[in-house]
T-cell receptor, first 114, second 115 residues
């Protein structure tokens, strides 16, 4: 099984500031997908951003961007201009290109402080 | 965006009974669906990968006779917790992969409480 590691169990950031959440993974595959999901108290999983491993360009979605370092197997999430609604659990996830396995990291609890 | 419906959203049952949870992709076909279990303040643990028309692939440590998974159509997968016990109480989440893509959508989750 692939492993996904998030080394920051909890983080906090001041409103309007920038925060970076870390994620590393281990795989022998060359082609795969990486994701960041947000899970608010409702527990509904919400896709934040997705990266395809064969694409060198880092994915961006409005205030969310990633730093994808394939050789280092690192996939960090940067949240700019943090908002109170960003408070949630954030999970990094890995999926093989064939889509037969999908694994989550341990999660980072992010709190945005007003 | 695509919608995955999971039902029931919560269920309470007596110890020894069986409970079925449904996961439906409402507006797309999903050859692959995943079932997860999540304990409070923990991550989602992959239980099994469900492929349409074939047997599910279970993760190590997950009892296949305990957690029966059926994926009979491209839009429906079911998880049946057989002879449920209090330790099976948890939050169960399904996700469905859009055919031929890396897109994945999640159900709302089902909270199971076994008395």
């Amino acid at each position: 099984a692939q492993t996904v590691t998030q080394s920051q169990p909890e983080m906090s950031v001041q409103e309007a500031e920038t925060v970076t959440l870390s994620c590393t993974y281990d795989t022998s595959e060359n082609n795969y997908y990486l994701f960041w999901y947000k899970q608010p108290p409702s527990r509904q999983m919400i896709l934040v951003i997705r990266q395809e491993a064969y694409k060198q360009q880092n994915a961006t979605e409005n205030r969310f961007s990633v730093n994808f370092q394939k050789a280092a197997k690192s996939f960090s999430l940067k949240i700019s201009d943090s908002q109170l609604g960003d408070t949630a659990m954030y999970f990094c996830a890995f999926m093989e290109h064939t889509g037969n396995q999908f694994y989550f990291g341990t999660g980072t609890s992010l709190t945005v402080i007003p | 965006g695509a919608v995955v419906s999971q039902h029931p959203s919560w269920v309470i049952c007596k110890s020894g009974t069986s409970v079925k949870i449904e996961c439906r992709s409402l507006d797309f076909q999903a050859t692959t669906m995943f079932w997860y279990r999540q304990f409070p303040k923990q991550s989602l643990m992959l239980m099994a990968t469900s492929n349409e028309g074939s047997k599910a692939t279970y993760e190590q440590g997950v009892e296949k006779d305990k957690f029966l998974i059926n994926h009979a159509s491209l839009t429906l997968s079911t998880l049946t917790v057989t002879s449920a016990h209090p330790e099976d109480s948890s939050f169960y989440i399904c996700s469905a992969r859009v055919v031929g893509t890396g897109e994945l959508f999640f159900g709302e989750g089902s909270r199971l409480t076994v008395l």
